[in-house]
């Protein structure tokens, strides 16, 4: 005998199993397999952001911080002129630079660190030509948020996960604006 399952028990109605739980990732996932094809015609370079905010090896963590934070960001691309030589994150200088034993003064090197030590060496990168579907597979695949645009080895975008999920949502006809999304019934 099958009961009917109600949506508020988690699983699909009328069917014998839970619904499956399926990460954000894998989300993202799942509608670019779908919108592939609609993706492959959006090149990068028409997605990239174009006013770049870098650090330099050379500067301090502290200073590398205080640029994300202000700007609203979570990770810079690092600079020497014009040339991408690393990523550092704000999770990079958490987890690698020297600590103290203190909690308090946990962020008390950072003024003493430099960036060079606790960057992401030649990190993942594409082209302007670069189809956005493979672009953002590339972001989910290595779990990036921030997607340097190279050309000759001279920085000149960044892709990010909000400019992707702009694309996407243009792409699904803006299913956000009516209120029909997950998200706004939650």
């Known amino acids: ?6 949506p508020s028990d988690g699983k699909i109605p009328g069917a014998p199993f839970p619904e499956p739980q399926v990460s954000d990732n894998e989300a993202v996932a799942r509608i670019l397999q779908t919108q592939r094809q609609d993706l492959g015609s959006v090149l990068v370079r028409d997605q990239m952001e174009r006013e770049l905010l870098t650090v330099s090896p050379t500067e301090s ?6 640029l ?3 700007a609203g960001v979570d990770s810079l691309p690092v600079t020497e002129g014009a040339r991408l030589v690393g990523m550092v994150s704000e999770l990079d200088i958490r ?19 430099r960036v060079m030590g606790v960057m992401t ?8 030509a670069t189809d956005l579907a493979e672009a953002a597979a590339l972001m989910l695949d290595k779990g990036l948020t921030a997607l340097p645009v190279v050309e000759s080895e001279r920085l000149v975008g960044m892709l990010t996960t909000r400019s992707v999920l702009a694309t996407l949502r243009g792409l699904l006809g803006n299913a956000g604006k009516n209120g029909s999304n997950r998200a706004e019934r939650r």
């Open 1 to 6: 005998m099958n009961a009917t399952l109600h």
């Open 61 to 66: 963590c502290e200073r590398a911080l205080a």
């Open 68 to 70: 994300m934070e202000a």
């Open 95 to 113: 987890r690698r630079a020297p600590q103290t034993e203190s909690h308090a003064s946990a962020s008390a090197l950072f003024p003493y660190v």
């Open 121 to 128: 060496y030649a990190p993942p990168t594409c082209g302007c």
